[in-house]
């Protein structure tokens, strides 16, 4: 008898960090995460979890959850189907679909009794992280950013994304300098501007005010999704763009591609699942430019098996405390080296607490399919 999805189960999460977050004009004050578990009728289980970012994330699994019912088990004919019957709406259900095929692609592993990056492709070793600093930066001052940074690179990170303000070029270029005097130089530096420009003028004469940082990339200058502002910055700046992290399709990741972005961060929790970050990856392939998947080692380590071209997967350490997901999971990151390496498992290695998560949630929903 053919499998299928019989249950399914989400959770919304609100987790506090140390101080407000402010990414250039966006401000969290908690993160909010939505996780997602679809039991099969043998009893396969696959998980998944997401950012809300502000979006009715558990509002949209409502919409969509419902739709999977007599879909089967293939992520990709189960994508091309809600997208299909959702696409006039697909900005607002995007994310929750991205869950959706997440945690079919944890099924589809487990089918095999196979890892999800085995199931995924063939590269060996583990994939080098890359950390972020400066969270918190006006709460906690520059020192503590660089007494961060000094742990990240005792600890074997060898690129570190420095959330950078955008507003004040002698202040940025200051604690760049300052940072620079502490790193051995086989450690890169990249940039993150979260958006902070209003022009492609401006972003440009700013990126060329930090030309002489040696910076790896500058990484959003502008909201992804406005690729035409992005591309025209990719073109002009002397440093390598980054971009692509809240896009809705590959299709826009290939644009910011083809207008010139160099590393494309894409995030499977927001562009369709797995089933969309590997066509992303195949169009980064085809561009010979770098993928440097957003955060989630847990859910994007598997991707780094599908091509040499993942440099790189960013990483928040849990002691930075801006991305308190472990809060909900029965094991530590595992990280060894700056380097993400998981234990032997099967399917998506996502060890959450369900005693945790169902204790902590402050919205749930289930569904009987």
Not at 86 to 103: C, E, K, Q, T, Y
Not at 137 to 153: N, S
Request: charged share 20%; proline share 7%; aromatic share 8%.
């Amino acid at each position: 008898m053919t499998d299928r999805i019989t249950e399914a189960e989400a959770w919304l999460v609100r987790l506090p960090m140390p101080h407000e977050l402010v990414l250039g004009p966006i401000t969290y004050k908690t993160r909010d995460y939505a996780i997602l578990r679809l039991i099969t009728e043998s009893g396969l289980m696959g998980v998944a979890v997401g950012y809300t970012r502000h979006t009715p994330l558990i509002e949209a699994l409502e919409v969509l959850v419902p739709q999977i019912q007599g879909l089967g088990l293939d992520p990709g004919e189960v994508q091309r189907t809600l997208q299909g019957r959702f696409s006039p709406g697909w900005g607002s259900l995007v994310r929750a679909a991205s869950l959706i095929d997440i945690a079919l692609w944890d099924i589809s592993a487990k089918t095999r009794h196979q890892s999800l990056e085995d199931f995924m492709g063939t590269r060996n070793g583990p994939v080098p992280l890359m950390a972020v600093a400066g969270y918190f930066l006006e709460a906690r001052g520059r020192a503590a950013v660089i007494e961060e940074i000094e742990r990240f690179v005792a600890e074997g990170y060898t690129t570190i994304k420095l959330i950078i303000p955008g507003h004040d070029l002698d202040h940025d270029l200051s604690l760049i300098d300052a940072i620079s005097k502490i790193l051995p130089p086989e450690v890169t530096v990249a940039a993150d501007f979260h958006g902070a420009f209003g022009s492609v003028a401006e972003a440009v004469q700013y990126g060329e005010g930090l030309s002489g940082c040696g910076l790896r990339f500058i990484e959003d200058p502008f909201p992804s999704y406005e690729s035409d502002m992005v591309s025209a910055f990719a073109r002009s700046a002397g440093t390598p763009a980054a971009a692509g992290e809240d896009v809705m399709t590959p299709a826009a990741h290939r644009a910011l591609l083809d207008g010139g972005v160099r590393y494309l961060r894409a995030d499977a929790t927001a562009t369709g699942g797995y089933t969309a970050a590997v066509a992303s990856i195949a169009a980064a392939e085809d561009a010979a430019a770098w993928v440097a998947p957003h955060v989630w080692p847990h859910i994007h380590y598997p991707l780094s098996h599908t091509s040499t071209r993942v440099a790189m997967i960013e990483t928040i350490p849990r002691y930075v405390g801006a991305d308190p997901i472990v809060d909900l999971l029965l094991e530590d990151l595992p990280i060894i080296d700056g380097r993400w390496s998981p234990p032997q498992h099967e399917g998506l290695y996502l060890p959450l607490d369900w005693s945790r998560i169902e204790g902590s949630a402050s919205v749930s929903r289930s569904w009987v399919l």
